[in-house]
T-cell receptor, first 114, second 117 residues
Framework: KAGVTQTPRYLIKTRGQQVTLSCSPISGHRSVSWYQQTPGQGLQFLFEYFSETQRNKGNFPGRFSGRQFSNSRSEMNVSTLELGDSALYLC?????????????FGDGTRLSIL | QQQVKQSPQSLIVQKGGISIINCAYENTAFDYFPWYQQFPGKGPALLIAIRPDVSEKKEGRFTISFNKSAKQFSLHIMDSQPGDSATYFCAASNHAYSGAGSYQLTFGKGTKLSVIP
């Protein structure tokens, strides 16, 4: 079974631009979560989508948004990029059924803001 | 407010030794406690997870010990190998067992483990 796929792997942007990151979950998984990883703050939850609906949102500004499509693929968008948005953005997927099902992470998109 | 505190920040262990990483949580609603292993350039990979109704879980060389009253849990890596050198994260979530609600994970800050030959 293929794992979680994130594209692109690396991205360089400048301040003020916007960016869209993509995530394809494991086949059959319907929940997709996004996390931001930085050396200073560690892994922080951005938001979770399930069946195309945002189910939960972390403490990030409105510049961070996302969506999920009917095939469970998800995108996250960051507008008006700031230097502090430089981070590794991780996507994780989980199936709906089964209690205690773990989240499986992709290898992330490394976003660098110049 | 950091809801999951992890220690130590870094750890150096001799090959064959025992690596111990500790975590403490504050939110008593947490009901699922996984540990993740992350290598440079890779995403976190699930190692082992425990539920609060179990005090210990072992999978191969990896063991989680859980103390519900103290709100603490720890990862023990027996017979540590150089290939275990990675960053380890503890995490916690709630509602994972309800079949509904969010799968949001709250992570500790991570422990960089170095196993020297």
């Amino acid at each position: 079974k293929a794992g979680v796929t994130q594209t692109p792997r690396y991205l360089i942007k400048t301040r003020g631009q916007q960016v869209t990151l993509s995530c394809s979950p494991i086949s059959g998984h319907r929940s997709v979560s996004w996390y931001q990883q930085t050396p200073g703050q560690g892994l922080q939850f951005l938001f979770e989508y399930f069946s195309e609906t945002q189910r939960n949102k972390g403490n990030f500004p409105g510049r961070f948004s996302g969506r999920q499509f009917s095939n469970s693929r998800s995108e996250m968008n960051v507008s008006t990029l700031e230097l502090g948005d430089s981070a590794l953005y991780l996507c994780a997927s989980s199936p709906k059924e089964g209690k205690g099902q773990p989240q499986h992470f992709g290898d992330g998109t490394r976003l660098s803001i110049l | 407010q950091q809801q999951v505190k992890q220690s130590p920040q870094s750890l150096i262990v001799q090959k064959g030794g025992i690596s111990i990483i500790n975590c403490a949580y504050e939110n008593t609603a947490f009901d699922y406690f996984p540990w993740y292993q992350q290598f440079p350039g890779k995403g976190p990979a699930l190692l082992i997870a425990i539920r609060p109704d179990v005090s210990e879980k072992k999978e191969g060389r990896f063991t989680i010990s859980f103390n519900k009253s103290a709100k603490q849990f720890s990862l023990h890596i027996m017979d540590s190998q150089p290939g275990d050198s990675a960053t380890y994260f503890c995490a916690a979530s709630n509602h994972a067992y309800s079949g509904a609600g969010s799968y949001q994970l709250t992570f500790g800050k991570g422990t960089k483990l170095s196993v020297i030959p």
